[in-house]
């Protein structure tokens, strides 16, 4: 459930497509689609949850989709500054509390479901959750250090690429010098995740009611609950490495480069913008307090 009430923050972070205000559009489809995939939900369930993903979707063009809105327009300023002070503090942060909001309705959203499946559907949900478990390891988990740190700075160059276009040389070095100092916390976000799933099956086979569940999942992915000392530790570096990276990333964009960037968050923006319930201001992320001192 988690994967499509946060559509629009993966593509934001990740993926940098076309076609976002198609997904936007069919976002109800899309987690209906979801729901017969991961739990077999049945006709009368999907019926039975409808207005609740109605009411859910609302609450995002009314109350999220601003927030999106307001960031994309802030990372189109940030990428024009040319003095340094760039608000790459302001852009991770940002991204952190888009994707905690969303991750508090996806656990509103999916609790009521998972409250009402049967065996047969638990059954399925725990083969999908391990699958994606198994593809996870394989993905991230190699077993050779090597191939494995050269697959992570793929990873993250791809990524940049997809916003900025091809990285030159320098860039590429400095994205290389930036993940020697960042943690890899795969292992400990696929062991976190395994633990937490475990829990919440156990907890759907002993029929836990939907404040429970839903209890539960706001813990587990807006409050991370249960992470260790050292894996939060690792994060805060992480975070301040990664907003270094930023920092020098952006600093180093040529003019075409820039203009590349601010094209795709333009398209996005786009995209999402038709959407909005009213044509209300998009909220302010100075509230951020990383972004106090952010551009305007």
Known sequence: MLRFIV??????????????????????????????KTVGASDAQRDHW?????????????????????????????????????????????????????ARLAAELAAPLLAELDADQLRHLAKYTTQRQQDAVQRFLDPDPQR?????????????????????DSQRQQVKDALEKIPD??????????????????????????????EYLDGWWVRRYGTSAETSQSWHIARSEFIQLMDNITTSLTDTQRA?????????????????????????????????????
């Open 185 to 214: 916390l795969s292992a400990a976000w696929l062991a976190y995740r395994a633990e937490h799933t475990d829990t919440l099956l156990a907890m759907i086979a002993n029929d836990a009611d939907t404040e429970a569940l839903r």
């Open 148 to 168: 494995r740190s050269a697959a992570r700075q793929k990873r993250i160059t791809e990524r940049i690429e997809k916003w900025a276009g091809k990285l030159n």
């Open 7 to 36: 559509i629009t923050v993966v593509t934001l972070l990740g993926s940098a497509c076309s076609g976002t205000g198609l997904t936007y559009r069919n976002s109800d489809w899309l987690l209906e689609h979801y729901s017969l």
């Open 50 to 102: 409808q207005p609740l993903l109605q009411a859910t979707l609302r609450h995002h063009r009314e109350s999220e989709l601003p927030l999106v809105i307001a960031y994309l327009d802030l990372a189109g300023r940030v990428v024009k500054q040319r003095d340094g002070s760039l608000g790459a503090a302001c852009l991770v942060d940002g991204a952190l509390l888009i994707y905690q909001r969303h």
């Open 260 to 296: 590349r960037f601010e094209k795709r968050v333009g398209e996005l923006r786009d995209d999402l913008a038709p959407f909005l319930s009213s044509p209300q201001q998009p909220v302010d992320l100075q509230l951020v307090p990383a972004c106090a001192s952010a551009p305007v």
